[in-house]
């Protein structure tokens, strides 16, 4: 295949790789494997997170917010090690301390997962500011939702990123919904781009299924932030689930919602391929069912997993040379001995 | 929630006392308003306001943007110029984003103007372990609010105190911050609209006890409750004291309680260092010390942030076997 034949089959398979992640985790849910309920599914969001992904490079880094397993798999996050931590188990990317919400993975450039709105929007500017500083050529992108845009957090970042000519993007994968409000009931302004331009970023909006196009376009954002004009991207696409597994949506009429998970990027993705001849329909079939097996393994893994020794709890909170914090039973029992 | 207007309610949930506090709150006072992300359409990511929307419509009944710090800056000059807002922070963890709102903002508008202005408006927020959620979900802060002078802090127990915590501080000019705890809102219990309970600024005795009284707060007092009859059973007899307020602080009945048991234990699920238990440890040792018989203990969370994983969250806080051994100990 031609590199233009091999583009739209590797979109699809990141985009097939994140729905069946995310699958596999609401069925881990499901067995009562999961450590809480807080975990929230990107399915229906994946073309962001992949075009994105793969418009970065090697050396950049990134953060997401709390539905951010798509750009982490995006990235080559290995599913067994996101599972286990998801599980809240020993061999989690976090030892499961963190679990779905506080996922990360420095090796990979990803520079932490975030449960609170807009709380990982600011570690891109300084990590654009050290790109810049020591020459790294890195990129850093932010990931967040349409909620985010209406913390202040991002605008002090948007300008800050400007002023200093950073290599940064902020992306806004706007989903309609921050829990159960709907976007027009949070925004003053929909237009996210106008905001960002104010601020003088570079700005592009995605707003339909076209992956390979949104890829360039992407690109184009990213390529212009590696020499330090910061920019930002809007995708709009459709959380097709509830908010977190618990959710069952009760604030959307169930007509939206069939309607709008029509707008499902990897079935357009599969169309346009079949319609362009670059695959048949048993090849997508072989990919499916090859990502199927790896996601099954990746839940497996993580059952299997052993849970972490008590001592954990005490671990990580300084630095691994220095003393660890005083058990509260081990002061207690030193004044009652 | 279909028989509003009843006095009596033998069991309720501590949500659904919340939900009618806030209900015949509003039903009196017109100029009380409910705003925060999602207490609208969702109605409370905890339930605690849910169908109030229908009730008194989106005028009254405000889903805000997630901009923490607008909520609560918004709420104080929605007070400072003829409303009483009632505003929800979803997890007290969000202190973080508003913080400047609320300690030097909030806090601080009456003393600074010289006394012109009131500030009349209760910020509610959740905090608290026991879903997995996670370091930036799981905190117990109302160290960071105790610290603050201005600000009035409820953290009831009972679905009767909710309610009547959350109506008196709608009558005090003060604003108050007001706690509760994640897993509580599915607990139940007696509701009488007609008894308050001496409420605001008065510690309850939940059990009447000789050898050992064991100080707490929010739902450390269920365990208190728990390990106390255990102890019973081994011929220890514990006084169980919920402060209830910890703004103001009812320091009479922890002086009195320890007075006559001689023996105290603090437990609270925040952190060990620099927490609530520290400070009424100090004023036991400054009231009580020549009648101690034993060091005050604090027995609360890790001085470390809350882990996720569920067999590291359950250890992470205090658990009722070791009240009942450091209880035991104590009392030896
Ligand atoms: C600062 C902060 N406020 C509120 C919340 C509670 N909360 C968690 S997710 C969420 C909705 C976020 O919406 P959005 O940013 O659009 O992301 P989405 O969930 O749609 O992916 C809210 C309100 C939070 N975690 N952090
Ligand atoms: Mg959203």
């Known amino acids: ?337 | 929630m279909s028989d509003l207007n009843k006095n009596y309610y033998e069991k309720i949930t501590f949500r659904d006392a919340l939900r009618l506090a806030i209900h015949d709150s509003m039903q009196k006072d017109e100029k009380i308003i409910v705003m925060g992300e999602d207490v609208a359409a969702y109605g409370g990511a905890y339930g605690a306001t849910k169908d109030l929307l229908k009730l008194f419509g989106p005028k009254r009944i405000i889903d805000t943007p997630i901009s923490e710090a607008a909520i609560v800056g918004a709420s104080m000059g929605a007070a400072l110029t003829g409303l009483r807002p009632i505003a929800e922070l979803m997890y007290v963890d969000f202190f973080g984003m508003s913080m400047d709102q609320i300690a030097n903002q909030l806090a601080k508008v009456r003393y600074m103007f010289g006394g012109q202005i009131n500030a009349p408006m209760i910020l509610r927020a959740q905090g608290g372990t026991g879903r997995s959620a996670g370091a930036q979900h799981s905190q117990s802060l109302e160290t960071w609010i105790m610290h603050t002078p201005g600000l009035y802090l409820s953290i009831p127990y009972t679905p009767n105190d909710a309610y009547h915590l959350l109506r008196a501080a709608l009558k005090i000019n003060n604003p108050t911050i007001f706690i509760e705890h994640k897993l509580l809102y599915n607990t139940s219990g007696v509701l009488d609209k007609n008894n308050p309970d001496q409420i605001f600024g008065k510690a309850k005795i939940r059990k009447k006890g000789k050898d050992l009284s064991i100080i707490s707060y929010s739902r450390m007092v269920n365990f208190a409750e728990k390990a106390a009859e255990e102890l019973a059973k081994q011929k220890i007899d514990v006084e169980v004291v919920d402060l209830r307020t910890l703004n103001p602080l009812d320091r009479e009945t922890i002086i009195e309680s320890v007075n006559k048991t001689k023996r105290a234990l603090v437990l609270s699920e925040s952190c060990y260092t620099a927490g609530v238990p520290s400070e009424i440890t100090s004023i036991i040792f400054e009231h009580c010390y020549t009648n101690l018989l034993k060091p005050v203990i604090r027995y609360t969370a890790e001085d470390t942030p809350a882990p996720v994983a569920p067999n590291l969250e359950e250890n992470y806080i205090p658990t009722i076997e070791k009240i009942v051994e450091y209880s035991k100990k104590l009392c030896k």
Request: hydrophobic share 35%; aromatic share 8%.
């Open chain 1, 1 to 337: 295949m031609t590199q233009s034949n091999t583009l739209l089959p590797n979109l699809y398979t990141t985009m097939k790789r994140i729905r069946t992640f995310e699958e596999r985790v609401g069925e881990l849910f499901i067995k009562g494997e999961t450590a809480g309920t807080m975990l929230h599914l990107s399915i229906g969001e994946e073309l962001g997170p992949t075009c994105l992904g793969a418009a970065m490079q090697k050396q950049d880094t990134f953060t997401t917010h709390h539905r951010g397993h798509g750009i982490f798999i995006a990235r080559g996050g290995d599913p067994k090690k996101m599972m286990a931590e998801i599980a809240g188990k020993k061999d989690g990317y976090c030892k499961g301390k963190g679990g779905s919400m506080h996922i990360a993975d420095m090796k990979l450039g990803h520079l932490g997962a975030n449960a609170i709105v807009g709380g990982g929007i600011p570690t891109v500017v300084g990590a654009g500011l050290s790109s810049k500083y020591l020459e790294e050529d890195k990129v850093s992108v932010a990931f967040f939702g349409d909620g985010a845009m209406q913390q202040g957090i991002l605008y002090e970042s948007m300008n800050m990123a400007s002023l200093w000519k950073l290599p940064v993007v902020f992306c806004c994968i706007n989903n309609q919904y921050g829990m159960g409000t709907k976007i027009d009931n949070a925004a003053g302004l929909k237009d996210f781009s106008k905001r960002a331009a104010s601020f003088g970023l570079n700005t592009l909006h995605i707003d339909d299924l076209d992956i390979e196009n949104a890829y360039v376009k992407s690109k184009e954002i990213i390529d212009k932030a590696r020499k330090f004009e910061p920019g930002f991207i809007e995708v709009e696409c459709y959380r097709f689930f509830g908010h977190a597994r618990m959710d069952k949506s009760p604030y959307r009429s169930e007509e939206e919602e069939i309607k709008m998970r029509k707008s499902d990027p990897i079935s357009y993705a599969s169309n346009q391929m079949l319609k362009n001849k670059i695959m048949n329909e048993d090849e997508i079939k072989k990919i499916n069912e090859k990502i199927s097996i790896e996601m099954d393994e990746a839940m497996d893994f993580a059952i299997n997993s052993p849970l972490n020794n008590q001592k954990e709890i005490f671990t990580d909170v300084y630095d691994e040379r220095e003393p660890l914090p005083i058990s509260v039973e081990e002061r207690i029992n030193k004044i009652l001995s």
